[in-house]
Protein backbone atom coordinates (compact mmCIF):
# COMPACT_ATOMS: atom_id res chain seq x y z
CA UNK A 1 0.00 0.00 0.00
CA UNK A 2 0.64 3.71 -0.24
CA UNK A 3 3.09 5.39 2.75
CA UNK A 4 1.81 8.26 4.40
CA UNK A 5 5.17 9.40 7.30
CA UNK A 6 4.10 12.55 9.85
CA UNK A 7 6.79 14.41 11.61
CA UNK A 8 7.57 14.08 14.30
CA UNK A 9 6.35 11.44 15.88
CA UNK A 10 5.96 13.36 19.03
CA UNK A 11 6.53 16.55 20.57
CA UNK A 12 6.46 18.71 23.77
CA UNK A 13 5.95 22.50 23.41
CA UNK A 14 5.40 25.62 25.97
CA UNK A 15 2.33 27.05 26.40
CA UNK A 16 1.55 29.85 24.10
CA UNK A 17 4.37 28.45 21.18
CA UNK A 18 3.36 27.12 17.89
CA UNK A 19 3.85 23.63 16.60
CA UNK A 20 4.58 22.33 13.41
CA UNK A 21 3.35 18.89 12.20
CA UNK A 22 4.21 17.87 8.96
CA UNK A 23 2.48 14.79 6.93
CA UNK A 24 4.31 13.64 3.60
CA UNK A 25 3.25 11.52 0.72
CA UNK A 26 6.66 9.22 0.02
CA UNK A 27 5.57 7.04 -2.75
CA UNK A 28 2.54 8.86 -4.47
CA UNK A 29 0.84 12.01 -5.25
CA UNK A 30 -1.92 13.21 -2.65
CA UNK A 31 -4.70 15.50 -4.01
CA UNK A 32 -6.43 15.52 -0.96
CA UNK A 33 -5.28 15.25 2.90
CA UNK A 34 -7.50 14.67 5.95
CA UNK A 35 -6.16 16.09 9.67
CA UNK A 36 -7.92 13.89 12.41
CA UNK A 37 -7.42 14.49 16.00
CA UNK A 38 -7.70 11.77 18.72
CA UNK A 39 -8.29 12.31 22.79
CA UNK A 40 -7.44 9.54 25.31
CA UNK A 41 -9.76 6.62 24.69
CA UNK A 42 -12.03 8.60 21.78
CA UNK A 43 -12.36 7.73 18.08
CA UNK A 44 -10.87 9.96 15.67
CA UNK A 45 -12.53 13.28 14.93
CA UNK A 46 -11.92 14.73 11.28
CA UNK A 47 -10.55 18.52 11.63
CA UNK A 48 -10.50 19.21 8.24
CA UNK A 49 -9.80 18.24 4.84
CA UNK A 50 -7.19 20.11 2.19
CA UNK A 51 -6.69 19.55 -1.40
CA UNK A 52 -3.53 20.68 -3.08
CA UNK A 53 -3.59 24.26 -4.17
CA UNK A 54 -6.64 25.76 -2.25
CA UNK A 55 -7.98 26.68 1.40
CA UNK A 56 -8.95 23.48 3.28
CA UNK A 57 -12.35 22.84 4.53
CA UNK A 58 -13.05 22.90 8.48
CA UNK A 59 -15.15 20.70 9.89
CA UNK A 60 -18.01 22.47 12.70
CA UNK A 61 -15.95 23.55 15.74
CA UNK A 62 -12.61 23.59 14.57
CA UNK A 63 -10.88 26.84 15.11
CA UNK A 64 -9.34 27.61 11.45
CA UNK A 65 -7.03 30.46 12.83
CA UNK A 66 -5.86 28.14 15.44
CA UNK A 67 -5.08 24.97 13.03
CA UNK A 68 -3.36 26.29 10.18
CA UNK A 69 -3.47 23.83 7.44
CA UNK A 70 -1.22 24.19 4.44
CA UNK A 71 -1.13 21.87 1.61
CA UNK A 72 1.38 23.35 -1.40
CA UNK A 73 2.68 20.25 -2.75
CA UNK A 74 0.87 17.27 -3.64
CA UNK A 75 3.31 15.62 -1.01
CA UNK A 76 3.01 17.24 1.74
CA UNK A 77 0.72 19.31 4.25
CA UNK A 78 1.77 20.90 7.36
CA UNK A 79 -0.82 21.46 10.16
CA UNK A 80 0.12 24.47 12.42
CA UNK A 81 -1.27 24.59 15.66
CA UNK A 82 -0.90 28.11 16.97
CA UNK A 83 -0.57 29.69 20.69
CA UNK A 84 -0.70 26.19 21.87
CA UNK A 85 -2.54 25.70 25.13
CA UNK A 86 -2.29 22.44 27.00
CA UNK A 87 -6.25 21.65 26.52
CA UNK A 88 -4.96 21.03 22.95
CA UNK A 89 -2.86 18.36 23.82
CA UNK A 90 -3.97 15.34 21.68
CA UNK A 91 -3.19 12.90 19.03
CA UNK A 92 -3.09 14.72 15.58
CA UNK A 93 -3.33 11.82 12.38
CA UNK A 94 -3.28 12.71 9.12
CA UNK A 95 -4.77 10.53 6.00
CA UNK A 96 -4.25 11.35 2.39
CA UNK A 97 -5.67 9.96 -0.82
CA UNK A 98 -4.29 10.30 -4.57
CA UNK A 99 -5.37 10.65 -7.92
CA UNK A 100 -4.36 7.19 -9.29
CA UNK A 101 -4.88 3.59 -8.34
CA UNK A 102 -5.35 2.04 -4.90
CA UNK A 103 -4.40 5.34 -3.63
CA UNK A 104 -7.64 7.27 -5.48
CA UNK A 105 -10.02 4.67 -3.64
CA UNK A 106 -8.78 4.21 -0.32
CA UNK A 107 -6.78 6.86 2.29
CA UNK A 108 -3.80 5.76 3.91
CA UNK A 109 -2.69 7.03 7.53
CA UNK A 110 -0.08 8.49 8.99
CA UNK A 111 1.87 6.86 12.17
CA UNK A 112 0.18 10.09 14.59
CA UNK A 113 1.86 12.62 16.02
CA UNK A 114 1.51 13.06 19.76
CA UNK A 115 1.13 17.02 21.00
CA UNK A 116 2.24 17.90 24.39
CA UNK A 117 1.95 21.33 26.11
CA UNK A 118 3.00 22.30 29.27
CA UNK B 1 -24.55 13.88 10.99
CA UNK B 2 -22.86 10.43 10.49
CA UNK B 3 -22.44 8.46 13.57
CA UNK B 4 -20.93 5.52 14.20
CA UNK B 5 -21.06 3.43 17.42
CA UNK B 6 -19.00 0.03 18.30
CA UNK B 7 -20.66 -1.77 21.40
CA UNK B 8 -17.80 -2.81 22.84
CA UNK B 9 -15.00 -0.87 24.16
CA UNK B 10 -12.73 -4.36 25.29
CA UNK B 11 -13.09 -7.40 24.15
CA UNK B 12 -10.65 -10.21 26.23
CA UNK B 13 -10.55 -13.67 24.05
CA UNK B 14 -8.55 -16.94 23.81
CA UNK B 15 -6.75 -18.00 21.05
CA UNK B 16 -8.71 -19.47 18.52
CA UNK B 17 -11.91 -18.36 19.59
CA UNK B 18 -14.46 -16.37 17.33
CA UNK B 19 -14.38 -13.21 17.13
CA UNK B 20 -17.35 -10.59 16.33
CA UNK B 21 -17.16 -6.82 16.93
CA UNK B 22 -20.55 -4.99 16.39
CA UNK B 23 -21.11 -1.37 14.50
CA UNK B 24 -23.72 0.12 13.80
CA UNK B 25 -24.08 3.50 11.74
CA UNK B 26 -26.45 6.45 11.37
CA UNK B 27 -26.39 7.93 7.93
CA UNK B 28 -29.53 9.67 5.93
CA UNK B 29 -28.02 8.17 2.39
CA UNK B 30 -25.75 5.66 0.84
CA UNK B 31 -22.63 4.98 2.53
CA UNK B 32 -19.00 3.64 2.32
CA UNK B 33 -18.14 1.40 5.36
CA UNK B 34 -14.47 0.50 6.76
CA UNK B 35 -13.07 -1.45 9.19
CA UNK B 36 -9.43 -0.25 10.54
CA UNK B 37 -7.01 -1.83 12.69
CA UNK B 38 -4.33 -0.15 14.55
CA UNK B 39 -1.52 -2.67 15.82
CA UNK B 40 0.22 -1.30 18.97
CA UNK B 41 2.41 1.79 18.19
CA UNK B 42 1.62 1.27 14.25
CA UNK B 43 -0.29 3.53 11.80
CA UNK B 44 -3.72 2.64 11.28
CA UNK B 45 -4.39 0.00 8.69
CA UNK B 46 -7.53 -0.63 6.19
CA UNK B 47 -9.05 -4.04 6.85
CA UNK B 48 -11.57 -4.22 4.72
CA UNK B 49 -14.25 -1.85 2.89
CA UNK B 50 -17.87 -1.84 1.53
CA UNK B 51 -18.87 0.78 -1.14
CA UNK B 52 -21.59 -1.86 -3.38
CA UNK B 53 -22.16 -5.19 -4.57
CA UNK B 54 -21.85 -8.30 -2.40
CA UNK B 55 -22.59 -7.33 1.42
CA UNK B 56 -20.45 -9.66 2.53
CA UNK B 57 -16.91 -8.61 2.34
CA UNK B 58 -14.22 -10.60 2.73
CA UNK B 59 -10.49 -8.40 4.32
CA UNK B 60 -6.59 -9.19 4.98
CA UNK B 61 -5.71 -12.04 7.90
CA UNK B 62 -9.06 -13.27 7.66
CA UNK B 63 -11.38 -10.61 8.56
CA UNK B 64 -14.74 -10.47 7.16
CA UNK B 65 -17.42 -7.87 7.68
CA UNK B 66 -21.65 -8.02 6.64
CA UNK B 67 -22.79 -5.13 5.88
CA UNK B 68 -26.60 -5.66 6.44
CA UNK B 69 -28.33 -2.43 5.49
CA UNK B 70 -31.73 -3.10 7.32
CA UNK B 71 -29.55 -2.69 10.68
CA UNK B 72 -27.66 -0.30 9.46
CA UNK B 73 -24.77 -2.88 10.75
CA UNK B 74 -21.34 -3.57 9.29
CA UNK B 75 -20.11 -6.01 12.16
CA UNK B 76 -16.88 -7.43 11.81
CA UNK B 77 -16.09 -11.29 12.74
CA UNK B 78 -12.79 -13.38 12.22
CA UNK B 79 -13.73 -17.69 12.87
CA UNK B 80 -10.34 -18.33 14.82
CA UNK B 81 -8.59 -15.16 16.58
CA UNK B 82 -4.65 -15.15 16.78
CA UNK B 83 -2.28 -13.90 19.39
CA UNK B 84 -1.37 -11.32 16.83
CA UNK B 85 -4.74 -9.99 16.35
CA UNK B 86 -4.52 -8.14 19.31
CA UNK B 87 -5.19 -3.90 18.85
CA UNK B 88 -7.54 -1.39 18.39
CA UNK B 89 -10.02 -2.01 16.04
CA UNK B 90 -12.48 1.01 14.42
CA UNK B 91 -15.10 0.93 12.42
CA UNK B 92 -15.95 4.18 10.14
CA UNK B 93 -18.11 5.52 7.70
CA UNK B 94 -18.63 7.97 4.76
CA UNK B 95 -20.65 9.18 2.34
CA UNK B 96 -20.93 7.31 -0.94
CA UNK B 97 -21.12 10.49 -3.32
CA UNK B 98 -17.46 11.48 -2.24
CA UNK B 99 -16.11 8.15 -3.10
CA UNK B 100 -14.08 5.68 -1.10
CA UNK B 101 -11.64 8.35 0.71
CA UNK B 102 -13.33 11.60 1.47
CA UNK B 103 -13.14 12.35 5.02
CA UNK B 104 -14.34 9.66 7.82
CA UNK B 105 -16.81 9.28 10.65
CA UNK B 106 -14.95 7.10 12.73
CA UNK B 107 -16.41 4.90 16.17
CA UNK B 108 -14.57 4.81 19.74
CA UNK B 109 -12.93 1.89 19.04
CA UNK B 110 -12.33 -1.39 20.43
CA UNK B 111 -9.77 -2.89 22.22
CA UNK B 112 -9.11 -6.44 21.56
CA UNK B 113 -6.33 -8.37 23.58
CA UNK B 114 -6.11 -11.93 22.47
CA UNK B 115 -4.42 -14.14 25.44
CA UNK B 116 -2.33 -17.05 24.29
Known amino acids: GAVVSQHPSWVICKSGTSVKIECRSL??????MFWYRQFPKQSLMLMAT?????????EQGVEKDKFLINHASLTLSTLTVTSAHPEDSSFYIC??????????????FGQGTRLTVV | AQSVSQHNHHVILSEAASLELGCNYS??????LFWYVQYPGQHLQLLLKYFSGDPLVKGIKGFEAEFIKSKFSFNLRKPSVQWSDTAEYFCAVNGNSGGGADGLTFGKGTHLIIQP
Open chain 1, 50 to 58: SNEGSKATY
Open chain 2, 27 to 32: YGGTVN
Open chain 1, 27 to 32: DFQATT
Open chain 1, 95 to 108: SARGRKGQSSTEAF
